[in-house]
């Protein structure tokens, strides 16, 4: 059973930064960030494949948030540059135990394992 802690979430002001991190208890195919703001449905952020460590973006973050994987210690960082107020919200890191195709990366229903989640404000 893959165990995922988030860690790095707070209060920011807009335009300012914040990393982000998913500490993972094993080896798995792809990490993914997920948000859920307030009244919203839980939404794609970004994700990264451990072995080539490709990446995939929502356009609402691509050049502003950064996500890269620290292989030998099995933690993925979420960069948050540039944050909106429209950025608050909880986000979690989600492990798809296996390769189930690129164009799942961004899907909720492809990941097998989440963690508990971070709450990022923002204020303006």
């Known amino acids: 059973q893959e165990q995922l802690v988030e860690s790095g979430g707070g209060l920011v002001q807009a335009g300012g930064s914040l990393r982000l991190s998913c500490a993972a208890s094993g080896r798995t195919f792809s990490i993914g960030w997920f948000r859920q703001a307030p009244g919203k449905e839980r939404e794609f952020v970004a994700a990264i494949t451990w072995s080539s460590r490709s990446t995939t973006y929502a356009d609402s973050v691509k050049g502003r948030f950064t996500i890269s994987s620290d292989n030998a210690k099995n933690t993925v960082h979420l960069q948050m540059n540039s944050v909106k107020p429209e950025d608050t919200a909880v986000y979690y890191c989600?492990?798809?135990?296996?390769?189930?195709?690129?164009?799942?990366?961004?899907?909720?229903?492809?990941?097998?394992?989440w963690g508990q989640g971070t709450q990022v404000t923002v204020s303006s």
């Open positions: 989600a492990a798809q135990d296996h390769n189930r195709g690129s164009y799942t990366l961004t899907q909720i229903y492809a990941y097998d394992y």
